[in-house]
């Protein structure tokens, strides 16, 4: 089993910064972690996943190079650092943890654990 908690969430002004965090427990190897988002009235869409090994990979269209995926040492925490803020980022937040080889890293199939979320709000 693997439990996610993120946190960090909260209301910013456009062109803010915002550090998402992702606690992570649980012992199953984890194949892939990766962050998506919800914004209202809108289905859940990728934002980064993170291999195993380190591979990054973004959606090119939205985030790379404002957004940073990261995971500290130990590997208990995964952060989801967001750098100039727009608010069309404006999204429930969730981090997903994937423990098996199939599937595409941007899609919601492959991530079988979940977060509960956490609320980014950015104002004009």
């Known amino acids: 089993q693997v439990q996610l908690v993120e946190s960090g969430g909260g209301l910013v002004q456009a062109g803010a910064s915002l550090r998402l965090s992702c606690a992570v427990s649980?012992?199953?190897?984890?194949?892939?972690m990766a962050w998506f988002r919800q914004a209202p009235g809108k289905e859940r869409e990728f934002v980064v996943a993170?291999?195993?090994?380190?591979?990054?990979?973004y959606d090119e269209d939205s985030v790379e190079g404002r957004f940073t995926i990261s995971v500290d040492n130990a590997g208990n925490t995964m952060y989801l650092r967001m750098n100039s803020l727009t608010p069309e980022d404006t999204a429930v937040y969730y981090c997903?943890?994937?423990?098996?080889?199939?599937?595409?890293?941007?899609?919601?199939?492959?991530?079988?654990?979940w977060g509960q979320g956490t609320q980014v709000t950015v104002s004009s």
């Open positions: 997903a943890a994937s423990t098996t080889n199939s599937g595409n890293y941007n899609s919601q199939e492959r991530y079988t654990y």
């Open positions: 649980g012992r199953t190897f984890k194949t892939a």
């Open positions: 993170r291999t195993w090994n380190g591979v990054k990979i």
